[in-house]
């Protein structure tokens, strides 16, 4: 039993610093209006279906939960509670039957077949986390390390204005005279946003959030460690890898929550922890601005010619996935055929990169699974947040429940502006990564002391 859970430990370990790595191995590219000209037609990520590196090291991690739950299970023999299935892992449970079930009616079912796998093994890992099988600050760690590799990496990319290709690591090429790279484009030039190892900037964007909220919760301890006094330098370098994204859902999740944290620690009277997180973060995003003003301003000031087609584009797939939500509002068009219903029944004669998903991942849910799969998701997060409610009861642990909700801000703002976290198998991983750690911050909370 040692070995096996030494094998989840050091796996789950493992897996979460390796997110980012995108390397995959492509069993069928996707496509769409293949039989189109050419300039008509082409590569359609959402309907490419790979193996990623990181899915076999998780089937490891998998098969020694299984074992371990069968001599678990052998030696106890612990009676079935019907009270179980009203818990988080059972509306989980039913959203992945109801998922399952929509590959039946969709329009690909090898597609839906495929994301329906992504999606119970995104369920997997947020399990292994939220049970507590590796520890918030191992895990902390593992996630602030990646970040912070991926922070430098992106910064080389941002400064040297090009993504090298490597098939190992996983990345292509992308240069910002390139079309269909992710710039920001102003009068001057077009400026190549920060990729990481992920496949856009605004993945890399989330997965520095977390890395950048797991800093601060290291940055309120006293000691005076060479590890601790590293936070300072890491929170500011991870933050520079932030704003390096130039996502605009990203920096304002992370904003937001930097926010709350700040009000949080003065009310608690934590004047001076509040005071230095604050003044290190204008200070850094003061001096990225100094640096950067012209590609900062374009971005924020959503008057350039891609950020006006940006916004179009968003309000198009908005309006694209309500007439889709009010011809299937029940049982959806199945898992990961959105694109493809809107080149069935709205427009087919786009190119491939127009059939991408609605970036509002509620929006999409319904979308894709109907009103029955959004009640399973909305069901899982009440149960979860009643969880949480019942785990820290005492007035000293009510304020953990306030840090809990505040932890999940910017998952929910990424949520919100974002589709990555339910359409892409790196964006499962980060949104199940966050979700985990979240509900393992609260089983821990009468023994860490986040905010308090």
């Known amino acids: 039993m040692k070995i096996l859970n030494k094998i989840i430990e050091y796996g789950i370990l493992l897996f979460v610093f390796l997110i980012p790595w995108q390397a995959r191995l492509i069993l069928q590219e996707g496509s769409i209006n293949g039989d189109l000209p050419a300039e008509s037609a082409g590569y359609w990520e959402y309907g490419?279906?790979?193996?990623?590196?990181?899915?076999?090291?998780?089937?490891?991690?998998?098969?020694?939960?299984?074992?371990?739950?069968?001599?678990?299970?052998?030696?106890?023999?612990?009676?079935?509670n019907l009270k179980r299935v009203f818990s988080p892992a059972g509306a989980l449970l039913l959203l992945i039957i109801w998922a399952g079930a929509t590959i039946i009616w969709s329009i690909d079912p090898s597609i839906a077949l495929e994301r329906w796998i992504v999606l119970v093994e995104a369920i997997a890992v947020f399990l292994i986390l939220s049970s507590g099988a590796v520890s918030f600050k191992k895990l902390s760690w593992a996630i602030i390390l990646s970040g912070l590799i991926q922070a430098l990496f992106g910064?080389?990319?941002?400064?040297?204005?090009?993504?090298?290709?490597?098939?190992?690591?996983?990345?292509?090429?992308?240069?910002?005279?390139?079309?269909?790279?992710?710039?920001?484009?102003?009068?001057l030039r077009r400026w190549l946003r920060a990729y990481g190892t992920f496949s856009h900037p605004n993945m890399l964007g989330g997965w520095l959030v977390l890395s950048l909220m797991l800093v601060i919760d290291k940055m309120k301890a006293q000691s005076q460690s060479l590890i601790d006094v590293l936070r300072y330098p890491?929170?500011?370098?991870?933050?520079?890898g932030l704003l390096a994204t130039f996502s605009r859902s990203a920096w304002l999740?992370?904003?937001?929550?930097?926010?709350?944290?700040?009000?949080?620690?003065?009310?608690?009277?934590?004047?001076?922890?509040?005071?230095?997180i604050?003044?290190?973060?204008?200070?850094?995003?003061?001096?990225?601005?100094?640096?950067?003003?012209?590609?900062?301003?374009?971005?924020l000031g959503l008057q350039g010619r891609l950020e006006i087609k940006s916004n179009m584009e968003r309000v198009s797939s908005m309006n694209q996935g309500w007439e889709i939500i009010k011809k299937h509002p029940m049982l959806g068009v199945g898992i990961g055929n959105f694109g493809l219903v809107v080149h069935d029944e709205i427009d087919d004669s786009q190119q491939a990169w127009f059939y991408q998903p609605v970036h509002n991942v509620l929006l999409l849910v319904w979308a894709e699974l109907g009103?029955?799969?959004?009640?399973?998701?909305?069901?899982?997060?009440?149960?979860?947040?009643?969880?949480?409610?019942?785990?820290?009861?005492?007035?000293?642990?009510?304020?953990?429940?306030?840090?809990?909700?505040?932890?999940?801000?910017p998952l929910i703002?990424?949520?919100?502006?974002?589709?990555?976290?339910?359409s892409l198998y790196a964006g499962m991983m980060i949104s199940a990564v966050f979700l985990g750690m979240s509900i393992l911050y609260a089983r821990e909370a009468s023994s860490r002391q986040w905010l308090s």
Request: hydrophobic share 55%; proline share 2%.
């Open 413 to 422: 703002i990424i949520f919100l502006l974002d589709h990555y976290p339910w």
């Open 371 to 409: 009103i029955v799969g959004v009640i399973f998701v909305l069901l899982f997060l009440l149960l979860s947040l009643l969880g949480v409610s019942s785990t820290l009861r005492t007035t000293r642990q009510s304020y953990h429940r306030n840090d809990t909700v505040i932890f999940l801000i």
């Open 278 to 299: 604050i003044l290190i973060s204008i200070l850094s995003v003061a001096c990225f601005y100094s640096l950067f003003s012209e590609p900062m301003n374009t971005r």
């Open 253 to 276: 999740g992370f904003g937001v929550f930097l926010i709350g944290f700040v009000i949080m620690l003065f009310v608690r009277k934590k004047w001076m922890q509040g005071i230095k």
């Open 234 to 240: 890491i929170y500011i370098v991870l933050l520079f």
């Open 48 to 80: 490419t279906k790979s193996l990623y590196a990181t899915e076999v090291l998780l089937l490891i991690i998998l098969i020694a939960v299984i074992i371990r739950g069968a001599i678990y299970i052998a030696k106890a023999k612990p009676r079935f």
């Open 155 to 187: 910064l080389y990319q941002f400064l040297l204005q090009e993504v090298p290709s490597s098939t190992w690591i996983g990345i292509a090429s992308q240069k910002a005279e390139d079309l269909g790279v992710s710039v920001v484009e102003t009068d």
